[in-house]
Nanobody
């Protein structure tokens, strides 16, 4: 059974930093796409960042230059380093994993079959 568990969320002031972690069990992440999504109250879930098995990465325009995704395949864990946080970054952040090494749309939630339970990030102004 594949499980993804996020951690590292919390309350931070605007301009601060947080690092989220997503530990996966039940499969190795080395050959799959891992991604972060977020969902703010009253809004749809949106793509934040992805990391594919060939070390390629991608970011939403809203976080580009501020967030960095990385993975440690030996620990089966993916990270999201978030700098220069803004109040509009407040959301529940979800980790996701693809079921195939190759997916068509990295930014679509439908491309991912495994999800964590989410971790709350709150940025105060």
């Amino acid at each position: 059974q594949v499980q993804l568990v996020e951690s590292g969320g919390g309350l931070v002031q605007a301009g601060g930093s947080l690092t989220l972690s997503c530990a996966t069990s039940g499969r190795t992440i080395s050959t799959y796409v891992m991604a972060w999504f977020r969902q703010a109250p009253g809004k749809e879930r949106e793509f934040v960042s992805h990391s594919n098995w060939r070390s390629g990465t991608g970011y939403a325009d809203s976080v580009k230059g501020r967030f960095t995704i990385s993975r440690d395949n030996t620990k089966n864990t993916v990270y999201l380093r978030m700098n220069s946080l803004k109040p509009e970054d407040t959301a529940v952040y979800y980790c996701a994993s693809s079921v195939s090494p190759y997916i068509g749309d990295y930014q679509s939630a439908r491309s991912y079959s495994y999800w964590g339970q989410g971790t709350q990030v709150t940025v105060s102004s």
